[in-house]
């Protein structure tokens, strides 16, 4: 005996209305909880201030905010493939960045964007001296 | 008469619980794939000395496949055989679907999947037959879409064209395939008699498959199909096919064997493990002799159960086959010192073993479902299966 | 719509964004080109291993190959990487022969077949001629492994939660790897670590100098002493060369 399998539209309305709400339900719930739950810390992640014994970083920050990733890749194709090395990558973003968690990873994790390059260069937090001292401001 | 297509009912309880099946295998394997990514590739049994292993095997298996699917097809596309219509559809789609496995065996076995979207296209190698092989796959692919499209349409001009066409890029692809072995300085690996190898082995197993899949879909659908198609399949076509690949297999061993430099390797791989046994008995006797007499003899060749249990085992001797040409050549070690015996290192430098992983495993059983799935329900989506397959028209 | 327009539209719209995505793909194509003076074609690094001194029991270049480049120690043999290792040998038809302990490792071919089948070129041969592993490019295909006739091509099939050199990357899991000179020591202009060591202990076994320099120690072992290199029939043309073999 045959049954008849297709469904009705109204039940076809409502799994339809189903599929579209549970698709846009994560987008709604990061839009709702940065307008209300969020104070204004959330809204903007906070990174932390560089070393204050450095003057300037190697590009200005707008160029930074936009292309770090550009000129990190830069940097690494010029030294990796052709042995030039004009700029240092990590090395000397560590110098003044001393923190990955407070500096690296406040936009990244906001933005869930997966940091490939730790899980091979080296990249400590800094110590309980090192972080008091840049506190006390006596560097 | 004019041939008439359909899509399959599909609404069957085994219909359902094949696609399902399909469908979990997919979906496990997928799984397994997302824990060697995450995890290392150490949870397969791939070792520093055996890289690459049964999804590799797997990959030219389906990249095999394809070129006996289109063979199928260009009877009708190039050579105008009217009585082959029928069948074309489904071979076209079945050789794209077998590409699309191929590439999606190679995928899963790479250690950085996140970087193979892009890197192998903007930094391409011309001399590296893994750069070259994945752009003659895709363009296979595509120039499969556009021969189903001009069957679908009933273009006769394009039809014949993009038939021409696609089994003149399928004989490319699969010399391609046999070159990513035979350019390459290993021992059992550098061979120009590979790539010749794998196509004559590729058109046997299509072939074979398509006897399989055309007599199991006909006999599930109750469609009416003349027993001489298939016996001509089968005993023209088929066993052409197995000889030309036996032949060439037996000039490739005796050769090794024959050269003083090769013969240890040669021997090794005849004699020398538990791929030997597989070479023997899987692709020798139960691939290659019995199909033949099978076909042969006209008691057996002409009945239709015996012609799809020889192409069932023509399939599973020339599985045997792709895992010989990846795994042996790796066991064996590379002649470093010659005239001399290694006793001892911190690494692996004597023949080695190799075993599948479950994972592994896994990874393998999820292509297929996927590629299972994918054909399940493309028959019943689009128009592939004709209505019936009749010898006189 | 019926399902047959829809799967049309989606067909169309899927394949548009595919040649759309590839298009960009390909524009985004740069060959890997300096402006910059090339430095590094001012030398050619080679090796001669002396196995007349070479003392069979010591393993002091692997350990500090181990140590200096952060390579990979599992304890199994199926996974271990180790970039110089030392392999004995002995005469096969010969019954007085002894067993002699040679150290094995990437001969940094002038004709590279590991970069000749990289598909994306992260093998590549140096402008000095060192034979090294972009691990930012590499996909894990481990074709480079296939293709090596020395078995001195390794794969990072787990990872190593040891990290002896925190002043050099290590590899992560899904990257192949092998000796490349310690070309990091060699950019500070120091000497790669197994050459330094090997000189530290007093055997100074391993020679390590610019094949471009004739007055550079491995230059004239090359020209006065026999010296032999493993399967030069391969074509391959090896760097490393070995006095005693």
Request: net charge positive; aromatic share 10%; with cysteine.
């Amino acid at each position: 005996m045959k049954v008849s399998r297709t469904m009705n539209s109204n039940t076809k309305r409502i799994v339809v209305t189903v599929a579209v709400v549970m698709i846009l339900l994560p987008l709604g719930y990061s839009l709702v909880s940065g307008a209300f739950l969020g104070t204004s810390d959330s809204s903007q992640p906070f990174l932390e201030r560089p070393d204050p014994k450095y003057q300037k970083c190697v590009r200005n920050t707008e160029y930074m905010r936009f292309h770090h990733m550009d000129l990190l890749k830069q940097i690494r194709e010029e030294f990796v493939r052709h042995g030039n090395r004009d700029e240092t990558g990590f090395d000397s973003c560590r110098g003044c960045h001393t923190s990955r968690e407070r500096f690296c990873n406040q936009c990244h994790n906001s933005v869930s964007l997966n940091l490939d390059c730790f899980g091979c260069h080296y990249y400590p937090e800094p110590t309980f001296e090192t972080a008091n001292l840049r506190k006390r401001g006596s560097r | 008469m004019e041939v008439q297509f359909a899509k399959i009912e599909g609404k069957s309880g085994p219909f359902y619980l094949a696609t399902g099946l399909l469908a979990g295998l997919g979906l496990a394997g997928v799984y397994a794939t997302y824990l060697m990514h995450e995890h290392g590739i150490y949870l397969s049994g791939m070792t520093n000395r055996v890289p690459w292993g049964l999804q590799i095997a797997m990959a030219i298996f389906y990249i095999g496949l394809s070129a006996g699917s289109l063979v199928v097809s260009g009877l009708y596309g190039i050579f105008g055989k009217a009585e082959y219509k029928p069948f074309a559809r489904i071979a076209a789609y079945l050789a794209m679907l077998f590409l699309i496995a191929g590439l999606l065996s190679i995928l899963t076995d790479q250690g950085r999947i996140d970087r193979v979207f892009v890197e192998p296209f903007t930094h391409f190698n011309a001399s590296s037959m893994f750069s070259i092989n994945p752009s003659l796959y895709s363009g296979h692919i595509m120039i499969c879409v556009i021969y189903l499209w001009a069957l679908f349409k009933e273009k006769g001009k394009l039809t014949k064209i993009a038939s021409l066409t696609v089994c003149l890029w399928a004989i490319g692809t699969h010399t391609g395939t046999g070159a990513i072995f035979a350019f390459v300085p290993r021992e059992l690996y550098s061979s120009p008699l590979l790539p010749p190898s794998f196509v004559a082995a590729a058109l046997s197993s299509g072939a074979a498959l398509m006897i399989l899949v055309i007599v199991t879909l006909f006999r599930a659908t109750r469609r009416k199909i003349d027993d001489d198609l298939i016996i001509w399949m089968g005993r023209r076509l088929l066993a052409v096919f197995l000889l030309c690949a036996l032949y060439v297999m037996l000039i490739e061993n005796v050769h090794r064997v024959y050269l003083m430099a090769s013969r240890e390797a040669g021997l090794f791989f005849l004699f020398g493990g538990f791929h030997s046994v597989l070479f023997w008995g899987g692709l020798i006797f139960f691939g290659s002799i019995v199909p033949a007499l099978l076909l042969f003899i006209k008691r057996t060749g002409t009945s239709i159960p015996w012609i799809v249990f020889a192409s069932g085992l023509v399939v599973f001797g020339v599985l045997c086959e792709r895992f010989l040409i990846v795994v042996p050549g790796l066991i064996h070690p590379p002649d470093l010192f010659p005239g001399m015996e290694i006793t001892r290192s911190v690494i692996e430098e004597g023949i080695v073993q190799y075993s599948i992983s479950f994972l592994e495993l896994l990874q393998a059983l999820g292509v297929f479902g996927i590629i299972g799935f994918a054909f399940l329900v493309g028959l019943r989506v689009f128009p592939l299966a004709p209505k019936e397959a009749r010898a006189e028209l | 719509m019926n399902r047959r327009k829809f799967l049309k539209k989606g067909g169309m719209v899927l394949s548009g964004t595919v040649c759309a995505d590839g298009l960009l793909l390909l524009t985004s194509c740069n060959p890997s080109e300096t402006t910059k003076e090339n430095r590094l074609s001012r030398h050619k690094w080679g090796m001669v291993i002396d196995l007349n001194k070479c003392k069979p029991e010591c393993t002091a270049c692997m350990e500090a190959c181990r140590q200096e480049n952060n390579v990979a120690f599992h304890g199994d043999k199926r996974w271990d990487i180790h970039w110089i290792r030392k392999v004995g040998i002995q005469e096969r038809h010969s019954e007085n022969a002894g067993e002699k302990m040679i150290p094995m490792l990437c001969n940094h071919c002038e004709n590279p077949p590991c970069a000749q089948v990289c598909p994306v070129q992260a093998t590549y041969k140096r402008d000095d001629g060192i034979v090294i592993v972009d691990h930012h490019r590499c996909i894990g295909c481990r074709y480079c492994m296939i293709a090596c006739p020395y078995n001195a091509r390794f794969f990072n099939y787990k990872d190593d939660p040891d990290w002896p050199n925190k002043s050099y990357p290590k590899r992560s899991h899904g990257v192949a790897e092998s000796c490349h000179f310690c070309a990091h020591l060699l950019d500070q202009g120091k000497r790669p670590a197994c050459v330094d060591t090997c000189e530290k202990i007093g055997v100074k076994a391993i020679y390590f100098g610019d094949l471009k320099d004739p007055n550079s120690e491995v230059s004239q072992l090359i020209a006065d002493t026999p010296l032999k290199r493993i399967r030069a029939d391969l074509g391959t043309e090896p760097k490393v060369y070995y006095k005693g073999l």
